[in-house]
């Protein structure tokens, strides 16, 4: 940098024109010496050889211009030159044994920093006097000698800067103060003994402070004042005090600074908050100054540490720094003394605080003034952050110790909250409405957590896998495990040489605690934290066996989860090491499948999941992979096929469209970043693709084709006859159109298209030919339809219209799922019993039940189930009420005796869907009670061999 802007050139440049005073104005003579003074600090070693003659030749222009008898003094050259020479003296400072220059300096400082009087108008700008002020602060220290003579001057001087009611005035009089009043705190107890019991200074500055706290009429600058003023003077109490005159200054100057903030209303502390942690500064140095301080002491300094935190996120930012190193300095007395309660009390109340507020979302915003967890994570990162500057008052230390108390508090926190759960039923009995009682989804969404009990309950349950609703007994435990898992994920990983210490009995209680409640998504979280800190290959064996076994549970499980518990497992799956994966290789398989699948729509998962793959196949290799990429590689293929590209003449129309104003153009802005955002993914996740297939052989790369049998099923029709025909009447003739080969080029599309707006477009076309489709069924007689069924159609359908009411696409499912209701409801008023499509129907339903992986179909399919006999119940006639109700359980009792242990829960989780219609209906219960029973039993017999369900 000096050599770029050649600083020996510039300075004698500068130095030149200082010496043409009488052809320079005093506007630019005063900006050379402030650049001047600037080039010392900023190149000390450059501008060396130039500094003496600079400070010499400056402090003899504010004598001269200081003792010149002329009226008026230039203070915009004498501002300047102040400046200039606070630049030179932040660099090379002055030499203690130059007595002269030191005595020049000071006697400037005396005379050029004198607050003017307002009242005669005299002196409007007061650049000067501040820039003097300025120095005083920063170096005061170098005229200790002179100080110690003259404090009342300045103590009282310094008084009626920050007295001012001019913002500038009095920040940098406060600034000069503090600054006076820690210098004279040190050079006082640095004296050495003298026949006087108190040093006329030390007995002023006490006598000063005393009087303001005596005062009932001090201002609360002045208390302020008096507050700070006995830390900064702590030590030379210390020395000059007996023991007991000392503890009980100590006492009083606690007991009232306890008064301020813990007996007054609400208004005054939120007024006294910003000097809140200079106090407690204050008495933390008093308290540390004390040989044996009583319990008592430790107790006011405790409320006055948990109210700084409380008060935390009402703190500026500005002044947090400072407010963390008030709590720090607190730690570090109750350290010195050995006590141990006041570290477990804060960091207990600390945590307590951070997770009792509304549960939010990484990304997610909230509005300005609003407390969550991420309010506290300034204070968190201020205490565990190790700084090599604090070594040496044993800083790092301390910071090992609050880790080691905030892993501690986590253990005690979550075995403390209650996460049990209780059914739906059981909850709309219980008349609980107490603050605790709030209905929120057991996986605890970061937009449900706190929802209002306006809520429907049904709204706020969540299906396990076992197709029993549930709910959250306390939802309030539940907002505080999920803040404490994001307070977790920022506080963690702050020290990890101390979480080493901690990392097997953390994993061995995640694993303990997910086994308990495997419906929580927090504790995948925070398994996904450690798992981001842990080093596999260097991790104890009896430790690796641990993470191995619970991230297995976790690849099996997470199938069967839905929605946002089944997020936090597909996130922690993709952040597997390449070390764990190796032995996780089989089971990771269907996962990734899935994975893909949910990718096809949204492209961010497939993006990550490549990722995920790419890196281990980098360490393990294709030939350990096989299992993997033999699922993984025919998924990609749908994205290849996708031309991402194709969309950027779209958004480039959409720029130049002039956007009219008002609240339709930030609508118009997300609009136009989602396309391009959803063009770029698409584009990295083909070149991922792309990169993933150029690593592996030949024989892995002819996965991404399709294989015959698939090649074979797409061209085949899906029925030999045309059902779909359509007549458009030309003017010259009827043209026949028939849409049956038009249906599963739909399907296709509205299935595998990554593309969102084709996706949507073609549901789109799909629901107006299902539509199309049924209407046809009601035009058709008895004998029409038994010659040409369209049972062919609607087998291949419905299964398609039943997972897209499932679609992670929102507009997707809000077609389909009325559709699939509406459909329900027309089949089920069939007057006979098994009807082709009745049939056709049921047996969607069921099946899907029995045979999918898919957590949230399987569980909309046995609300469809539910569904169907409610509306076979109500369409019935008088003689034919019980038909589907028999079609549904002689399907049920084959399935309990059925050897495969998936279809006999399938048909539980069946029964447990309708079981509180069928249950209703005394003519049902009468007909298939016992056979039911009986069948029940059977399967309850069958499964005590089996190990899975």
Known sequence: MAAKYDVAMLANQF?????????????????????????????????????????????????????????????????????????????????????????????????????PEVEDGSVTRRGAMRSALEVFADHNALFTKFLLTDFKYWFNLLKTWVRSNNKDDHKIGWKALNSFLDNMGAAIEELKDTKEVLPLSLKFFIGEFKDILLNKGSSHKNISLAIQGYGKFAGALKKNLQEKDYLYVCQDVLHRTEQLYLHSSQKERESWLLQLPSHLQSCSLLVGQVTSPSSSLFSTLERLVVLLVDQFPQIPAQYQGMAVSAVLLCLQTEKKHGEGSLMEQVVYQALIRSCSHPAVGPLEEVEFGVVTYKSYLPLWSGLLKAHPEGVKFGRADLSEEIYTEVVKNIFTIIEKLDLTTTSVDEALVTNNTGEDAMDVDLTLSQTLANESLSETPQDLTVTDSYGFQKKAKQAKDYTVLVNLVDVCSHVLPLNTAAYSVYSSKLWYSTSLWSAEFPEVSSFYKLADTLLGMENIEEAQEDKKQIIVRYLSEVVQKCPSFQDELQLSCFTLVLNIPPAIAEQLIEELGPVMELLFHLGSSMLHIAERALIATLGWLEVLGQEKMDALLRRVIPQLRVFLATDFESSSEEVTEVKKEKIKRGPLRIDKDKLKKMKIVEKQTGVKVCKLILNLLAQVSTTYKALIFPTEEEVGTAVT?????????????LPDMMLSLHLDGLVPIVVDLVQEAPNRKTRVAAGEMLHVLVTFMIGRTSQQSDDLAAKSPMTNLFTKLFPVLLQLSTDSDSVLQTLYRPLFSQIIHWFTKNRNFETPETSCLLECLINTICNTKDSSLKHQSARYLQEFLEWSIKQSGSGNKTHNTKSIMKRLYYLWQHPDASKRLGACIAFNGFFRIFREEKPLVSEFLLEAFASAMTCLKMSHSDPDH
């Open 15 to 115: 130095r030149k024109q200082l010496a043409l005073t009488s052809k320079n104005s005093s506007t630019v003579l005063s900006q050379v010496r402030q650049v001047l003074g600037t080039m010392c600090k900023q190149f000390p070693v450059e501008m060396e050889i130039h500094h003496q003659d600079l400070l010499v030749s400056f402090v003899r222009e504010i004598q001269a211009a200081l003792k010149s008898a002329s009226e008026k003094l230039d203070l915009t050259l004498l501002t300047g030159t102040i400046r200039g020479m606070s630049g030179i003296m932040m660099a090379y400072g002055i030499d203690q044994d130059d007595a002269e220059m030191l005595e020049s300096v000071y006697e400037i400082l005396r005379r050029v920093c004198r607050k």
């Open 717 to 729: 029709a899906w029925d030999m006859k045309k059902h779909l025909k359509v007549e458009i009447p």
